[in-house]
């Protein structure tokens, strides 16, 4: 009875339904073909007659797969019951999905087989069993596939307090490998500086340089780090390691490519894996903080995860599942002995990497994949460098079947076998891929008939697979990806995997390694229309067959069943050539350095030495953008530190506002460029965007397949819309109306200004315009408000002090009715204007530093104030802005906007003092001490330093 209990609760219920709906599809009872295949469908009642004629067709022949009614019925219960057997044992809903989906796709294969092979001519003969063979080819892969999916063992690393003591008591050395070739120094730089910051002391970096570079050598012994070359390319970058590892000494190699950064756990995480003296290798994930081709030139980044998304978190988890984790090129970390045991790194293929793991495999050595994204690297630039990529990875893969067949290698198990041939299957998808994209057009342009079927037929068997296939692959990708794109992706490279395949096949020595460009930067939009040349050719093609199937459908209606198949067929294909023709369009990529969204703690000083406190939204290496509650003055250079708890680290630099802009919610957004700065500013800014391995694990998308095909219907427009970010105003304006007078050459002319900033202003005249022009110096006086007076749309608001600044008009605006609007720039502004100015914009935030987070902690305090004021407490809330205090002893000689002087008694003995004013006073309904909430007034950064430490980091 429990049993049945599980199985129908509502964890099961669902698997279960869909496993019966499923098996009753999958042995019909009936042919569903044609009644009369010359009779004229001229109508809805024509259409529903023939479907209900063809349910009443005798059995299918004896000779057809499909048995007995009884048998049938008994073979669907055992598939049922296997079903759910299965699911009970895995605990999991993808063992469910893939058995529906495999018992459907048998089905239609089964139908295919027996059913739709009989052709009239030696042309349809031809090309049938060319279309079945792609499918049959199709339906392997996804076997493969589903086999690598399976299962995850979802490993845990050990506390880094725990490491040495798992690792015999000491941490053993590690070897950092940095591979570079060609790569620019600012890829280099932010690398280098990466594996500097891990936090793991036994370790040493080295920058392996197959370019043999001058400029290599200096920034190694910039940063201080070791440096190797080499006067020869020999066996490229498995030829770069090999050369190194006589020069080197660590028990350990960590390799890293050029691009990829790791996190500062990056050591600390994988390292406590090698506790099993046969553990070879740890693989991590390759995260990419740059958009692919495919996620940048379609405009899809939240609906379309990186291209290598799938394998990662997908594919990899399963070949770890069956002991077979591959060696991805990069994030790994090996035992030096274990590389020893089999003569260093592969050589004899272009894709060393995954071959060297195979090599391991079969010499008895484990792998173990820790799926944690533990650094983050750069997607290609452009798409012709993903196809190339994908080109190298294709032969390189094809050439493992000549050298280490794993079919035929010793030593693997028959899992592992499965998992290396199915890597190496996966990349002849361009034979069948071609295959699908061309066969329609047979019968739009000739009549050939390759599938001998009617459209119920069809409909009846190739729908139910096709959903189950489409809508299961989005749920065992878990949302990383979708049939639709993952075709895109095919569909783009399958003319070049095609081409690579058979020349690999037919000279499998003949293959140069190219490393894949790495600069970041495209200077404009362009269309690259020869990389995607054959799929524009196959796309007027079908467009044309598609013109020849309605001049057909209405010359001859009794072939209208073939013509719908043929010509949806066809609008699916083209819709997959239109996005591969879209990722050629090459979008504009201007930065140098890219932004990675991290929210760090930091405090503002501005002109007037007020601490404003906010949080970056994003960092790069030359400056950050940071979001405050409230409107602030940022004109001028300041000093912004970044107080980084996640990294402990806290960095000081000179920053000035490049724009500004304020949301619906009232939120401040300032851009920061960071000025002045110094080498050991630059790291620390890299540190900052890279060394928190979580910002990587919050960036993937799980998105629904309508969600990503919806996307790709609206691509032409986002393309057509979509801009790079553009200057925004570097000060907030704020809206004032102020009587203005310009002087010009000894003139007044009068007027009231519309918008005011730290920078300068808008000023709307009527009489006295036409005298003025963009390039004029003039001087414009303003008469500001009284302090606590309100703004008014009239110049009868109360008048407070003037103020005369220097200007020079920038813009010129009629505005109809005789007015105009001159924009102006203060020229010549001292500091002291300036904060005058920023004075009156500000006035009604008088206590500028509004925003910091709040801490619930119990800390010991004593106030002291004015009148023997002394009382003692204890903290319910703090913040590096106030307190909330209960009192322990009150008093009545409190009152609010007192000033007092805080001492806080910390848990770790140290105190403080801060002078401080109320803001409130409440008491108990019971009588108890009351509650104070103090703001702590005049803190120099140094003290806030010291309580922002004691806030968040009480352990240090």
Known sequence: ???????????????????VLAIAWVFPLTSWAAVDPNAPINSIMDLATRYQEGLSRPMIPEFSLFLPFWLQVGISVIAIVGIIILFAIFRNVPVAIMSITILLMIRYLAWRTMETLQFQTSESTILGYIIYGAE???????????????????HKAIPKNELAQKLGGSLPSVDVYLCTYNEPVNVIYRSLVGCKAMDYANKQVYLLDDGDRAEMKELADNLGVNYISRDNNDHAKAGNMNNAMPQTQ????????????????????????????????????????????FQRNLVSEDVMNNEQDLFF???????????????????????RSALEDIGGFAIETITEDVHTGLRLHSNGWKALYYDKDLSAGMAQDNFSDFVKQRVRWGRGMAQILFFDNPWLVKGLTLAQRICYFSGIWYFFFGFARIIFLVAPLAYLFFGLKPIDAGIFEILTFFLPAFIASTYGYTLLSKGLRHTFWAEVYETATCVYMFQTNVLTLLFPWHAKFRVTPK???????????MIVFPQIVLGI???????FAIIRG????????????????????????????????????FRLSPRIFRQVRCELRLLDDTIAVGYTTNVSESGLAVVFDQPIPVSGTLSIKLLDWDLDELSVFQVQAVRSSRDENGRFYVGFRVVNRTDEQHQALVRHMFGDERVWARSHNHTSTLAAFSKWLGTPLRMMTAKEEASRRRTLRVRQNLPCTVNFRGQDIQGFSDQVSETGIAVVIKDGANELTVGDTVTVTIQWPAPGSTDGDSPSQQQGEQQTLNAEIKRRVPLGGGQTLFGMNFADITKEERLKVIRYLYQEAEDVVRVAPVVSMQVNANLEGPNNIHMDGVTQEISEMGAVIRLRNSSNNIRLNDRLTVTFDWTNGEQSTYQAVIKDIAEQPDGSPGL?????????????????????LPAA
């Open 250 to 293: 660590g028990e350990y190699i960590a390799i890293f490519d050029a691009d990829h950064v790791p996190a500062q756990s990056y050591l600390n995480e994988v390292m406590g894996f090698f506790d099993n003296d046969k553990m070879a290798f740890v693989q991590t994930p390759q995260h990419f903080y740059t958009s692919d081709p």
């Open 554 to 589: 209405i010359v001859d209606t009794a072939s209208l069943g073939g013509i719908f198949t043929n010509v949806f067929w066809s609008l699916y294909n083209l819709a997959l050539i239109i996005g591969a023709v879209y990722v050629a369009q090459e979008r504009p990529q």
């Open 1 to 19: 009875m429990r049993t049945l209990t599980r199985i129908f609760s509502s964890k099961w219920l669902l698997p279960a339904l869909m496993a």
């Open 541 to 547: 093609l079908i467009a044309f067959g598609l013109g």
């Open 136 to 154: 049959v080819l199709s339906f392997v892969t996804m076997l493969l596939g589903y086999f690598q999916m399976v299962g995850n063992k979802n």
């Open 519 to 529: 600069e970041g930067m495209n200077d404009g939009m362009s269309f690259n229309w």
């Open 932 to 952: 104070v909430l103090v703001y702590f007034k005049d803190v120099d950064l140094r003290s806030l330093d010291l309580l922002s430490r004691q806030l968040h």
């Open 313 to 335: 978190h997908i594919i990899e988890p399963g070949n770890d599942y069956w002991d077979a984790a591959f060696f991805a090129g990069s994030g790994a970390t090996f035992r």
